[in-house]
T-cell receptor, first 114, second 115 residues
Framework: NAGVTQTPKFRVLKTGQSMTLLCAQDMNHEYMYWYRQDPGMGLRLIHYSVGEGTTAKGEVPDGYNVSRLKKQNFLLGLESAAPSQTSVYFC?????????????FGSGTRLTVV | AQSVAQPEDQVNVAEGNPLTVKCTYSVSGNPYLFWYVQYPNRGLQFLLKYITGDNLVKGSYGFEAEFNKSQTSFHLKKPSALVSDSALYFCAVRDSPQAGTALIFGKGTTLSVSS
């Protein structure tokens, strides 16, 4: 089925470890986003990309890096994980086409940093 | 900058009663507004959106939202609440193209429907 796929779904990291979260979409969407969700904070934008090879910072970018080497993939990296990065991470993609203004979200990655 | 506010952390209603979840927005230009729902340990599900046109927008699961430009509000409503409507609800506004057209979310409102 077409959509946004996030891997992994769950992960436990030790403080200082690194990891990469993968977001893949098969809808040929130009725009892709990474959010984190924390209780009482809603979803906050970490980084976004408006096309292959381009990325930009969102509201809470510190401690994260991203890459968009292929249009269909948007990677979120944590170089040195901290307990404050314990969160649920959501990826989303977006494309305006024929009057549609739809965003598609992945099912999320639950990350715990101990 | 665009923003939305959800003034209530929690809304409690009895099953069968009407429900309202409030959202106010602040935007420059025309607003593109959305409502999403999240059930426990699940992802986000789209409910409805306002882009232009009729101020009353109908969405999934019997929900509707009323766009009020003068009050800068976009409240979510349902005539008769179900216990299964209990979930976390997010209002969101689309940011400008200069900011990547990202969705900006409110902090969320927990809806609890009692039987």
């Amino acid at each position: 089925n077409a959509g946004v796929t996030q891997t992994p779904k769950f992960r436990v990291l030790k403080t200082g470890q690194s990891m990469t979260l993968l977001c893949a979409q098969d809808m040929n969407h130009e725009y892709m986003y990474w959010y984190r969700q924390d209780p009482g904070m809603g979803l906050r934008l970490i980084h976004y990309s408006v096309g292959e090879g381009t990325t930009a910072k969102g509201e809470v970018p510190d401690g994260y890096n991203v890459s968009r080497l292929k249009k269909q993939n948007f990677l979120l990296g944590l170089e040195s994980a901290a307990p404050s990065q314990t969160s649920v991470y959501f990826c989303a993609s977006f494309r305006t086409s024929q009057g549609q203004h739809g965003y598609t979200f992945g099912s999320g990655t639950r990350l715990t940093v101990v | 900058a665009q923003s939305v506010a959800q003034p209530e952390d929690q809304v409690n209603v009895a099953e069968g009663n009407p429900l309202t979840v409030k959202c106010t927005y602040s935007v420059s230009g025309n607003p593109y507004l959305f409502w999403y729902v999240q059930y426990p340990n699940r992802g986000l599900q789209f409910l409805l959106k306002y882009i232009t046109g009729d101020n009353l927008v109908k969405g999934s699961y019997g929900f509707e939202a009323e766009f009020n430009k003068s009050q800068t509000s976009f409240h979510l409503k349902k005539p008769s609440a179900l216990v299964s409507d209990s979930a976390l609800y997010f209002c969101a506004v689309r940011d400008s193209p200069q900011a990547g057209t990202a969705l900006i979310f409110g902090k969320g409102t927990t809806l609890s429907v009692s039987s």
